[in-house]
């Protein structure tokens, strides 16, 4: 799918924010203007002011899905929604209203979100996870047992899920490979959002991964794409924080990167069936198993 040695072909942002108080549409049309072709529009929680109760997760949810709907009314892009409870609301909640409650909470918020994916509202549940910043042992502790619980419940749904978690190279990789085994979920139905660009097997351990396309990832994926043996694809985990502007990457970035890999590989001697191959399984057939 290559026009004049140009890919126009598919291309999705597996982890995208959005916010109807900031850029919103526009930010789709930026998207769409450069080339993408579709999107997974991840649930945000607002910090500001957490669901206390599952009523309140339900009507945060029900806003996620109505902006997805307004973009599939104003674009043709696909858009496919992931729900979950943000593993950082539920430590924010552990100093407000304890351990037992905010764990309570995050385990009806992680059985709602199931709702709706066997409603097929939503493909996927997330980003759940843990920290990704230093916490003490017991809230530690308790963020993998509640994690293992999450895995649990998308194994025996037969789910995929987003992780949101610390960034410790391979060890990190390691320890949800684990816990993927106690919990009986097909490592590959994990997939470690802002990933690093190694997508090599003995780094990722068999888990998914959305990387984190910033300056210097395609680099690096070029040199352990021979290595890799899993699913991956492309996310930018764009914020549309109106405290934020720009972070974490603007929407044109996964086409950008997407071309740039395409130019990769043709200086590597990929021969242009191969590099269409390879970008097919990022953008179309690899999402198609992990978010059917």
């Known amino acids: 799918m290559f026009e004049n040695g140009r890919w126009i072909g598919p291309i999705l942002d597996q982890h995208i924010h959005l916010d109807r108080n900031n850029h919103f549409l526009e930010a789709i049309r930026e998207f769409a203007n450069s080339g993408g072709t579709g999107i997974n529009l991840v649930h945000k929680p607002n910090f500001s002011r957490l669901p206390e109760s ?169 040199e352990t794409l021979s290595k890799s043996n899993s699913y991956w694809g492309m996310e930018t985990d764009f914020l549309d924080d109106p405290k934020r502007p720009g972070a974490v990457l603007g929407p044109k970035t996964v086409a950008k990167r997407t071309h740039q890999l395409s130019k990769e590989l043709i200086e590597k001697g990929y021969s242009e069936d191969d590099i269409c191959k390879i970008i097919n399984n990022i953008h179309s057939n690899w999402p198609n198993i992990l978010y059917s």
């Open 54 to 222: 599952l009523s309140e997760y339900r009507d945060a949810y029900e806003e996620t899905l109505q902006m997805a709907k307004e973009i599939r009314n104003q674009f043709t892009i696909s858009v496919s929604v992931i729900l979950g409870p943000h593993p950082v609301a539920w430590e924010h909640q552990i100093h407000t209203i304890g351990l037992e409650k905010s764990t309570t909470l995050h385990l009806e918020a992680i059985k709602l979100a199931l709702e709706y994916i066997s409603k097929g509202d939503a493909v996927c549940l997330g980003e759940v996870g843990r920290p990704h910043y230093p916490v003490n042992e017991k809230i530690w502790e308790a963020s993998n047992s509640l994690l293992l619980e999450i895995m649990k419940l998308a194994a025996e749904a037969e789910v995929s899920i987003q992780l949101h978690v610390e960034d410790n190279g391979e060890k990190t990789y390691s320890d949800l490979a684990k816990l993927c085994d106690e919990a009986s979920l097909p490592r590959y139905l994990a997939i470690r959002h802002y990933a690093p660009a190694d997508i090599s097997e003995e780094f990722t351990h068999g888990l998914s991964a959305t990387v984190s396309v910033g300056k210097g990832s395609i680099q690096k994926i070029v």
